[in-house]
């Protein structure tokens, strides 16, 4: 079965903390996806990277970077974490060859 | 111009009914691809169909289907036979390019709530 692993499902942080948020798949995808959702605003494309060491800003990359030194991993880091910052992230990954996006259960971090 | 539009409000269905949700969406590009993901209250995104935009058929899969309408660029999703574990928020979303690019990403919509009533 297709897996997609996000290493934390709640996160509490405090402002100004450097945050990391893991996401992890095994089925050597080539490209990985990091969203955050809000309510009434659906999944905003933060950043990508669609292979080992690449990435690409989405369509709301400030405050945010990324880090993909292997296939399967792809991290999120929050450099200083903000209260606007509270929010689920999803990790996605998917094959070239195909459009579909794999899902993580999704880390729903608050920020005070 | 958003790329992904789904303006519904909150649906209602009663059980064992059809329902129909909209999603219209914007590109230039001649190929892309129509993704339908549902979200449960547990909070995982389900992948339920796929339209490329060259498919002359309508995508079916079980009781979802897609009615495709290129030239007034919608594709809603219509779940036949509503179920209780239908509840949920269903997203629709585009894939611009053709389905073999490295580079191409999925841009969603804000989403529509389905309620099921029994």
């Known amino acids: 079965d297709v897996k997609v692993t996000q290493s934390s499902r709640y996160l509490v942080k405090r402002t100004g903390e450097k945050v990391f948020l893991e996401c992890v798949q095994d089925?050597?995808?080539?490209?990985m996806f990091w969203y955050r959702q809000d309510p009434g605003l659906g999944l905003r494309l933060i950043y990508f990277s669609y292979d080992v060491k690449m990435k690409e800003k989405g369509d709301i990359p400030e405050g945010y970077s990324v880090s993909r030194e292997k296939k399967e991993r792809f991290s999120l880091i929050l450099e200083s974490a903000s209260t606007n910052q509270t929010s689920m992230y999803l990790c996605a990954s998917r094959t070239v060859n195909t459009g579909e996006l794999f899902f993580g259960e999704g880390s729903r971090l608050t920020v005070l | 111009a958003q790329k992904i539009t789904q303006t519904q409000p909150g649906m209602f269905v009663q059980e064992k009914e059809a329902v129909t949700l909209d999603c219209t969406y914007d590109t230039s590009d001649q190929s892309y691809g129509l993704f339908w993901y549902k979200q449960p209250s547990s909070g995982e995104m389900i992948f339920l169909i796929y339209q490329g935009s060259y498919d002359e058929q309508n995508a079916t899969e079980g009781r979802y289907s897609l009615n495709f309408q290129k030239a007034r660029k919608s594709a809603n999703l219509v779940i036949s036979a509503s179920q209780l574990g239908d509840s949920a928020m269903y997203f629709c979303a585009m894939r611009e390019g053709p389905s073999f690019g490295a580079n191409s990403k999925l841009t969603f919509g804000k989403g529509i709530t389905l309620s099921v009533r029994p």
């Open positions: 089925m050597d995808h080539e490209n």
